[in-house]
């Protein structure tokens, strides 16, 4: 048997031909004519040169070779209407698989927004990477996910950055920290404290920098740490300040004091980041419309923007 002389319709006549158990019956609802039919069942008894039909009781019925046939068409047929139905689901951007790369401060933000997401649109499948800024750079760069989130987002023309959420940087302290409870202090007084600071890179040191630059100052005591959870802890253990996003302060457990100094919070916000040139799967473009219709039902009030436009 040659198979590529077999095509979709033949099968779909054949079918319907042993479903309805007539030539006539079934050129009718196929819209087609009898001799078309006949023809069509001609080719296909030629083509595995065998008998396909007989008649029996006035009606036609398939032959052994006949209903392994029709079982095959129908298993083929089948996983096509399937493979529709599937397409179909993923132009609706109800199926699909994206990948979103975050900067490590967001891994706070974004589990608020994808558990939602998971609820509303089950069968997409999302992977969540994590890294430092100059890591998930890189990714961007190399394009190798679909949507990013920064607190800094990357420039140039083929970037794609929409605000979402505030991320306002906090300068916290010990809760036993003397400057606890002060109010409208001046940064001048804490400058001789130690900061703790991430690393070169960081949006949130390079924010904190260029607003030290602004003001003219420079810190005496400086130590980096690479991580948010790190710098939690060791600021609650007075091992010094630091300036950080406020959303790692809803995770930690820490006995932290965010102090009331002039200037701070250092305004901020997290942008959705995507490259202008590569097109938006449709699981992905799922995303977005969730965020830029959704975000209040999975953010605190007080961290929203007035309007997302994605």
């Known amino acids: ?17 042993v479903q309805l158990g007539s030539v006539s019956a079934a050129a009718r609802a196929l819209h087609l004519t009898q001799p078309t039919v006949s023809l069509q069942l001609k080719k296909l008894s030629e083509v595995l040169n065998e008998p396909l039909l007989h008649s029996h009781a006035g009606a036609l019925q398939a032959t052994a070779a006949g209903q392994a046939l029709y079982q095959a068409a129908c298993d083929v047929l089948s996983r096509f209407d399937d493979l529709d139905s599937e397409i179909s689901e993923l132009h609706a951007g109800r199926r699909g698989s994206l990948s979103i790369a975050v900067v490590n401060t967001a891994q706070y933000l974004m589990p608020r927004i994808l558990a939602p997401f998971y ?38 023309e083929h970037v794609l950055a929409t ?27 804490l400058k001789q404290e ?4 991430r690393e070169p890179g960081s949006a949130t040191r390079m924010m904190f920098e ?18 948010n959870e790190a710098i939690r802890l060791s600021v609650a253990a007075g091992l010094g300040l630091s300036v950080i996003s406020g959303h790692t302060l809803l995770e930690g457990r820490e006995k932290l004091a965010v102090l009331d ?13 995507r490259n202008a040139d590569k097109r938006l799967s449709y699981a992905a473009q799922s995303l977005t419309q969730f965020i830029a219709a959704h975000l209040p039902d999975c953010i605190e009030a007080d961290w929203l923007l007035d309007k997302v436009k994605l």
């Open 1 to 17: 048997m040659d198979v590529r002389q077999l095509s979709f319709r033949l099968l779909q006549v054949y079918i319907k031909v």
């Open 119 to 156: 609820r509303r649109f089950p069968q997409i499948e999302v992977t969540l990477h994590i890294g430092n800024r100059a890591q998930i750079l890189s990714r961007f760069e190399q394009q190798q996910d679909d949507i990013y989130l920064f607190s800094h987002p990357p420039g140039g």
């Open 163 to 189: 605000p979402i959420v505030k991320n306002p940087l906090q300068l916290i302290a010990p809760s036993e920290h003397w400057a606890v409870g002060q109010r409208q202090l001046s940064f001048a007084r």
């Open 194 to 197: 130690r900061f703790l600071l």
């Open 210 to 227: 260029a607003w030290l630059s602004s003001q003219g100052i420079q810190l005496s005591h400086s130590m980096q740490i690479e991580s």
């Open 261 to 273: 100094v002039a200037g701070f919070p250092l305004n901020s916000h997290w942008y959705l980041v």
